[in-house]
């Protein structure tokens, strides 16, 4: 089984001056109180990579970007390449998150495509799938879920997810307040391992499954003691230092 991974997903907020005083936060609380057994990731804003290298340059904490453009290089204004990352010591890249793939309109063709271009820079693909509130009250949860993790599959083949995190975000929980409880996170998380299991076991055993979704210092223990719960992907409370770092505590 995997070490357990905690993610801070800053989405679109903070400035300079907010990023170092959270990373300088984070970094200090981590060497203090936090078991570094377990691995934690930050993925700020892109254009405070560089400020999250520098700031983090002396800790454990690794780096992760939010997302990226799968070529190289080339006209696709306002984009930056996964090849970039790499300059910014990015260790992980989150991808299909549900803000991407419904405010952006991102395929599961094209989520798969960066999936591929993720790995081929060495970084480790965060894939995000979860269903909306309507498919989980018409009993279409599994369906969904798995669906997503499918299409990806068919493109880059399950060996790619040797080296690879699955995001387990119920769109109705993420920002709402709303959290899966921990069963129903259990439930689909041990779907998840079970439909991975069928394809590969190796793949299936060791890969981290986290979940994401209104995660708080005061839900996080209750999550992290589930069985196939690896983890978590933090949107609001990681822009708290004391919530993060409690959650960070938690796993
Ligand atoms: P919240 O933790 O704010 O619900 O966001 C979850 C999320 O989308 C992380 O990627």
């Known amino acids: ?3 357990s991974l905690v993610v801070a997903n800053w989405k679109m907020n903070g400035n300079k001056l907010v990023v170092s005083q959270l990373l300088n936060a984070i970094k200090n609380g981590v060497n203090k109180d936090v078991n570094q057994a377990n691995k934690i990731a930050i993925c700020p804003p892109s254009l405070f990579l560089e400020l999250t290298q520098q700031e983090l340059v002396d800790s454990n904490i690794f780096i992760g970007a939010q997302n990226a453009h799968p070529q190289n290089a080339g006209a696709f204004t306002g984009e930056i390449a996964f090849v ?22 991102e395929s599961d063709i094209f989520i798969a495509e960066k999936f591929a271009a993720a790995q081929a820079h060495n970084l ?49 929980a993420i920002g709402t307040g709303l959290t899966a409880s921990p069963e129903q996170a259990q439930e689909v998380h041990a779907a998840i ?31 992290f003691k589930q069985s196939d719960i ?13 919530e993060f770092l409690t959650i960070c505590a938690a796993a």
């Open 124 to 172: 480790e693909p965060i894939l995000c799938v979860g269903e909306t509130q309507e498919q989980r009250e018409s009993g279409q949860t599994e369906s969904i879920v798995l669906g997503q993790i499918q299409a990806v599959i068919n493109e880059v083949g399950i060996e790619a997810f040797a080296k690879a995190v699955i995001a387990y975000e119920p769109i109705w």
């Open 193 to 223: 391992r079970s439909f991975l299991t069928e394809m590969d076991q190796t793949v299936a055993e060791n890969i981290s499954i986290i979940y994401g979704g209104s995660v708080k210092a005061s839900n996080a223990e209750a999550l």
């Open 1 to 3: 089984m995997q070490r």
């Open 230 to 242: 690896d983890g978590a992907l933090v949107g609001g409370a990681s822009l708290d230092v004391n």
């Open 84 to 105: 970039m990352l790499k300059e910014f010591s990015c260790s992980y890249v989150i991808i299909g998150h549900s803000e991407r793939r419904e405010i952006f309109a």
